[in-house]
């Protein structure tokens, strides 16, 4: 259409043009010659707006045929709204199922929110219970997606499977139309499933107050309000930790018929002390795949009455008695205080420093996740990925926690599920060890005896038949009792998979036998004019690093411990003058927390370097 416009408009220019300096002539010339160029132009203009009015006709057709191709992608979610169409493509935003994946329990931020505005549940940035059941009903109403790794039912983890469903239900829906008078086509893309079917249901907390104390052991008074709700809902009542998601179950399920309710719950004697949400679930149907329909949440203040002492040797505590094949009852109830105390112990924290950036920010992770209350099993090991992964088992070693590889393969995998100390000991072959149950030829400390076969690993990059699973995936040992997520998800059919290569693992990471962490390190001792810290170097006896060694330390005896930090390359075993020796030279400050791995460094160093060439080849290209 264009085009025409552009003839009609060059074509009257031409003969303005021609009209102008023949106007002399025209004045002293027969009256014939100006009625055939009037003529001329006539036809042009007459032949040019047929042309258009038939563009037109044809353009209003394709519209036509456009709306009812989009009322079949949305399903008839299509609205239509007079208004005038741009020349602009009208475009299905692709962003909206830009979460993230891997998310669960605990995951916060932006993505969450957004999963949550999509999933129709109250966006608060935290992955909770409600969002966990929210996903799962998603997930449920998706039978082929699920088919695909082998599942009949939601998990309730959104990983890269649901991404990819969701973008594929979001498909781009693209309209280049030209600037005519048309209904303006506003698809409503993707359609957001339906989990909230009652939403009208409703509940209220009348009591505890909003910032109550409580404490661990203790009970509260529960009283409630339920309006509307189907005969059929039910509630969950649960104390969720505002700076991780964790929740704890306190009372439920219970129905919620409509009416004002009172109840004594007991609030778990194990919870770590901090700012908690109080939190309702109003949910529907099957317990083991309920409806999410609604919830209301207080702030909560946990508080003991009397505090919880840990001495200042745990460390060496645990390594002694983990070398006995029982734990007695009596450490359950500091088992959580114990985690807390191991990683965030000088020798942990020191090991973890020494991997650089990566290390202190996944410290900083395990030690959430312990803070958080949760048992070293129930960590969410699959977040950590990359070299650092291959760290944490030797930083962990070097604080009593090491897994022996001669155990029942049979009972190893079945003590595992067992959440309690009675149910642990119900069953033959396992033993209760303070907060987690596990075979009893399970070495909790001590020294690896193992043959160096990898056990207990997170794979990130499984596939299946050629295609990734959706799920980082647990395995008990290669290939054998492998699991989505973690040990708790749904079992993995094996045919026709390829794990890939872990992310981490809990024992036989290094290989061979020996000691504890890499063969051929020792944990080396630094010593400062105010304190101490120790750190990994290698295991050398000749007498140049033997020197080496030494002029370093006497350097470190001259300055504070707040003076040092860590060589460039103190995470990298390759460089022998660098790994786990600290700058003592009084040049740096800041404890030790300036370490960096040079092969990160190397690896950004020649990728920035291929940027900077190609963007000089690019601007050489373009002005030369």
């Given amino acids: 259409m264009f085009k025409k416009f552009i003839k009609l408009a060059t074509s009257l220019f031409v003969l303005g043009m021609l009209l102008v300096p023949n106007q002399a002539f025209m004045q002293t010339s027969a009256s014939s010659s100006s009625d055939t160029l009037v003529d001329a132009i006539r036809k042009i203009v007459t032949e040019a707006m047929a042309d258009l009015h038939t563009e037109i006709k044809d353009l209003k057709q394709q519209v036509t045929a456009l709306e009812e191709k989009i009322t079949r992608v949305g399903s008839g ?42 999933l129709n549940i109250t966006p608060t940035g935290i992955f909770d219970e409600a969002t966990r059941l929210a996903v799962e ?12 790794v082998g599942l009949s039912k939601g998990t309730g983890y959104w990983g890269t499977l649901s991404e990819e469903q969701c973008r594929i239900e979001s498909t781009n829906v693209v309209l280049p139309l030209p600037v005519i008078s048309t209904p303006e086509i506003k698809p ?7 989990v909230n079917p009652g939403a009208s249901a409703s509940v209220s907390l009348l009591s505890p107050s909003k910032n109550k104390t409580l404490n661990p052991g203790g009970s509260v008074q529960l009283k409630w309000e339920v309006k509307n709700a189907p005969v ?13 998601g964790v929740e704890h179950h306190i009372q439920g399920p219970m129905t919620a018929g409509s009416g004002v309710y009172e109840n004594i719950a007991t609030i778990p004697n194990n919870l770590v002390e901090g700012s908690y949400d109080l939190v309702v679930y109003m949910l529907d149907g099957d317990n083991k795949n309920p409806d999410y329909l609604n ?23 645990n390594q002694t008695s983990s070398s006995s094949t029982t734990n007695s009852s009596s450490n359950t109830s500091g088992g959580e205080n114990n985690y807390i105390a191991l990683y965030s112990s000088e020798t942990f924290v020191n090991c973890m420093k020494q991997q650089g950036s990566a290390g202190e920010s996944a410290l900083a992770t395990i030690q959430g996740w312990a803070n958080s209350g949760l048992k070293r099993y129930e960590f969410p090991w699959g977040q950590l990925t990359g070299a650092i992964a291959n760290s944490v088992p030797s930083c962990e070693q070097l604080i009593g926690i090491n897994y022996s590889e001669n155990y029942s393969s049979e009972n190893y995998g079945n003590c595992y599920n067992n959440a309690s100390e009675s149910s642990c000991g119900a069953q033959s ?10 075979g009893d030829n399970y070495n909790y400390g001590g020294s690896s005896t193992g043959t160096g076969e990898m056990a207990r690993c997170f794979y990130p990059n499984t596939t299946k038949d050629g295609t990734h699973v959706g799920w980082t995936i647990w395995c008990e040992k290669d290939y054998y009792n492998c699991h989505y997520g973690d040990p708790a998800g749904d079992s993995l059919d094996l045919t026709g998979v390829v794990l890939g290569a872990p992310s981490s693992c809990e024992s036989g990471w290094y290989g061979g036998s020996g000691s504890t962490g890499n063969s051929n390190w020792v944990n080396k001792t630094w010593n400062f004019t105010d304190g101490s810290t120790t750190s990994y170097v290698l295991d050398r006896t000749d007498q140049e690093y ?4 030494n002029s370093v330390q006497s350097q470190c005896q001259q300055v504070s ?6 060589k460039d390359g103190a995470g990298d075993d390759t460089q022998w003058q660098n790994f786990g020796v600290p700058d003592c030279s009084g040049s740096c400050s800041g404890g030790g927390v300036s370490l960096i791995q040079p092969s990160t460094n190397n690896l950004m160093a020649n990728t920035l370097n291929l940027i900077g060439q190609t963007l000089r080849n690019l601007t050489g290209f373009l002005f030369r």
Wanted: charged fraction near 15%.
């Fill in 546 to 549: 033997l020197d080496y060694l």
């Fill in 561 to 566: 411990k707040n003076n040092y930090c860590w």
């Fill in 232 to 244: 059929s809902a039910w509630l969950n009542f649960k104390l969720r930790r505002q700076d991780t």
């Fill in 77 to 118: 979610s299509s609205v239509f709204s007079p208004s005038v169409v741009t020349s602009s493509p009208l475009t299905a935003s692709t962003s909206v199922c830009s979460f993230g994946s891997n998310l669960s329990i605990g995951s916060r931020g932006d993505g969450v929110s957004r999963l949550q505005t999509y």
């Fill in 137 to 148: 009903a998603w997930q449920n109403k998706r039978p082929a997606m699920l088919s695909k």
């Fill in 429 to 438: 072959g396992c033993a209760w060890y303070g907060t987690f149950c596990e």
């Fill in 188 to 194: 409503e893309l993707p359609l957001k499933p339906i």
């Fill in 295 to 317: 919830s209301v949440s207080i702030p909560v203040n946990i508080k003991s009455t009397a505090q919880n002492t840990t001495t200042t040797n745990t460390t060496n505590n």
